[in-house]
T-cell receptor, first 113, second 116 residues
């Protein structure tokens, strides 16, 4: 079974600072997704990463995928309060259980002034 | 407006009383999925469906049933709910579940279920 590990689970950072969230997974996959969830809300798709070396950027967030290391990162540049949310990575199983999607436990990000 | 809808949004019930949570999407998506979200555990997949009449188990299927008789609907059935099924449930859909494209999942608003 595919395991997905996110670090850190809680992140408190000051506005203007940079930080990185890590997502490790246990078996081969080349489909990784990042989602954002605001408190009391549903999930919103941020990035879809489809191949080794893929990099996507949107505003202050940049996501990358290294399939050989089984690692994705979500980098936050010059954080602002509006980025406070919980961020999830999810990995697709492309093996015998095609259609399965495995989520990390989430990183709860709080950005303070 | 493209969307995934779930009903009800909130439900309090008692142990053993059968219930159904409906999920509907208007995007002609092939793939639909149910997740439960519990504090500290992230989202866990319950069941998913690759197309009409094609369903399969996710991580935590015990105590749940699903059916996919029409493309747009994917109801979640709890035949005999128990307190450990108290959770926040999300339905999601995407164009396909083969992960060969940039398809992303669209999530419904969630159903908060409490089983007493």
């Amino acid at each position: 079974e595919l395991k997905v590990e996110q670090n850190p689970l809680f992140l408190s950072m000051q506005e203007g600072k940079n930080y990185t969230i890590y997502c490790n997974y246990s078996t081969t996959s080349d489909r990784l997704y990042w989602y954002r969830q605001d408190p009391g809300k549903s999930l919103e798709s941020l990035f879809v990463l489809l191949s080794n070396g893929a990099v996507k950027q949107e505003g202050r967030l940049m996501a990358s995928l290294d399939t050989k290391a089984r690692l994705s990162t979500l980098h936050i540049t010059a954080a602002v309060h509006d980025l406070s949310a919980t961020y999830f990575c999810a990995v697709a199983d492309r093996g015998s259980t095609l259609g399965r999607l495995y989520f990390g436990r989430g990183t709860q990000l709080t950005v303070w002034p | 407006e493209a969307q995934v809808t779930q009903n009800p949004r909130y439900l309090i019930t008692v142990t053993g009383k059968k219930l159904t949570v409906t999920c509907s999407q208007n995007m002609n998506h092939e793939y639909m999925s149910w997740y439960r979200q519990d504090p500290g555990l992230g989202l866990r997949q319950i069941y998913y469906s690759m197309n009409v009449e094609v369903t399969d188990k996710g991580d935590v299927p015990e105590g749940y049933k699903v059916s996919r008789k029409e493309k747009r609907n994917f109801p979640l059935i709890l035949e005999s709910p128990s307190p450990n099924q108290t959770s926040l449930y999300f339905c999601a859909s995407s164009l396909s579940g083969t992960w060969r494209s940039t398809d992303t999942q669209y999530f419904g608003p969630g159903t908060r279920l409490t089983v007493l």
